[in-house]
């Protein structure tokens, strides 16, 4: 089956007040493509990403529809069903590497922590393996980085670990809510190669982005969600060289504007300083 993930209909509404958020939601993942999730802040992008993890508390929130992961309904799986898919099948990458680490712990405790809590092995072949895991996001001196705390290291540096770590398990989806958007651009391109090439290795990859070009620079198709439902899909090229609705021209708009500036901000810079 090449669909790993298969979202129907999903709508999360508040319980309390019955305020719907994410109003009808569809889409599916394929191995080895990139979906990206676009929209401006609020509409809803995050809480379609912890549904699928199973992650939003039914204290607070109702969701009703289908997701499938390779078939299996996840919305009527069992909590156990759910801990043996969760970082294992499933892996979520998150906007802020440092709040992924506990700062009193060394990188290499808490890599070889986490290798030992999903798998039999001896603390030696953990600590192997996540240098090996280290050594696969390219990452320098992995030795080194393992003896480090997380205040030590960059956003960057961090944002690649979080990867290492999400993919130790040989998930076959990986969600990445905002990867690259508390990152410096250099940093930026450096994540988004890592995911580029997970994807070719057989991932599905679902990327929740405000940022268009993030998504043209990884996704193969994309949705722009507005006000909790998907306004306008299709593959980045389409969207991007026609897009159909007024808001997506809109938010297409902003960000040739917004590079406009960096780019005006960087000549003054040279300006300045010649
Ligand atoms: N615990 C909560 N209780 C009430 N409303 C919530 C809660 N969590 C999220 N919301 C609301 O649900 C809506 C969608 O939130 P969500 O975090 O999914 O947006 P988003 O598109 O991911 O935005 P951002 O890009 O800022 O992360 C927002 O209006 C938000 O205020």
Redesign the pocket.
Known sequence: MSELLQVESLC?G?KQTG?P??KQVSFALRKGAALAVV????????????AILRLL?DR??TVSGSIRYRGQELLAASERDMRALRGNRIAMIV?HPMMAFDPTATIGTQITETIMAHRRISKRDAYSSGVRALERMNLPRCEQLMNSYPSELSGGMLQRIVIALAIIHEPDVIIA??PTTALDVRNQSMVLQELKQLKQSGIGLLL?T?DFGVAAGLADEMLV?RE?EVIERGTVHDVFAAPREAYTKELLEARILMRKEDRHDRDEGCIQTV
């Open positions: 999360i508040l305020k958020i994410v929209g401006e802040s609020g509409s809803g992008k995050t809480l379609t990403c912890k508390h607070t929130f906007q809510d905002e929740v405000h969600m909790g």
